[in-house]
C-alpha cells in the first residue's frame, strides 16, 4: 500500500475507518479483466504442478502486505482478503468507510480500475489508496486519491 510519508497515522489519527481489501475473484480465467495467461494467481497449479491433472496442487497465499497494515494501525479496520465483487459492494454500503485501500499484482490493473469506480459510485467520499506498485502507471492519477501528510 503507498504508506508514504506515514499517510495511514495521518489519517487514522483522526478516528478514520479503514478498509483494506485484494482484488475481487474469480481468479485465473479468461474474462474482461485479464487471462489466465498473465494472470498465474495459483503459482503451482497453473505453472509448477500444471501437469499434474487433479492432482495439482491449489494454494491460495494470503495478502500479507494488508493484513501487516491492518494489525499496526490505531484505527478501525476492516480487511477483505480475495472477495468477490458482490461482497466488495456489499461491504462498502453497509458501513462507511473513510479509507478504501486496494492491494494488488500489475497484472490485476483491470480489475483495481473496476474496484474504484464502484467505490466512486457507492460511497464517493471515501479515499482510495491503490497498491504503490500500482501508483506508477499514468491512468491510476484520476482513481486515486493523491496522499498528503
Same mark, same amino acid.
Given at each position: +500500500? ?10 487514522t /489519527? %483522526? ?6 481489501s485484494?482484488v475481487f475473484?474469480p481468479?485465473c ?5 485479464g487471462s /489466465?495467461?498473465? %494472470?498465474p +494467481?495459483? &503459482?503451482?497449479?497453473?505453472?509448477? !504442478?500444471?501437469e499434474q $491433472?487433479?492432482f495439482? &496442487? /491449489?494454494?491460495f497465499? @494470503?495478502? &500479507? $502486505? ?5 494489525? %499496526?494501525i490505531?484505527?478501525?479496520c !476492516?480487511? &477483505?482478503?480475495?472477495? !468477490? ?8 454500503t ?12 500489475v497484472? %490485476? ?5 473496476? +474496484?474504484?469506480?464502484v467505490? /466512486?459510485?457507492?460511497? @464517493? ?7 504503490? #506498485?500500482?501508483r506508477?502507471?499514468? @491512468?491510476?492519477? @484520476?482513481?486515486? #486519491?493523491?496522499? #498528503?501528510?
Open positions: +500500500m503507498a504508506v508514504e510519508g506515514g499517510c495511514f497515522n495521518f489519517f /489519527r %483522526n478516528g478514520a475507518r479503514v478498509l483494506l485484494s475473484g481468479y480465467q479468461d474474462d474482461q479483466y /489466465r495467461a498473465i %494472470n +494467481m495459483e &503459482l503451482f497449479h497453473n505453472q509448477v !504442478t500444471r $491433472g487433479s495439482s &496442487l /491449489r494454494v497465499h @494470503p495478502s &500479507l $502486505g494488508i493484513r501487516l497494515i491492518q494489525a %499496526n490505531s484505527a478501525p !476492516t480487511l &477483505l482478503d480475495f472477495p !468477490t465483487l458482490e461482497i466488495f459492494e456489499h461491504e462498502i453497509s458501513h462507511h468507510y473513510d479509507i478504501i485501500g486496494i492491494s494488488s499484482i497484472a %490485476n490493473v483491470g480489475k483495481v480500475k473496476k +474496484m474504484c469506480e467505490v /466512486r459510485a457507492l460511497s @464517493p467520499r471515501s479515499r482510495i489508496v491503490v497498491a504503490a #506498485t500500482l506508477r502507471f499514468p @491512468p491510476w492519477k @484520476p482513481w486515486s #486519491t493523491p496522499i #498528503t501528510s
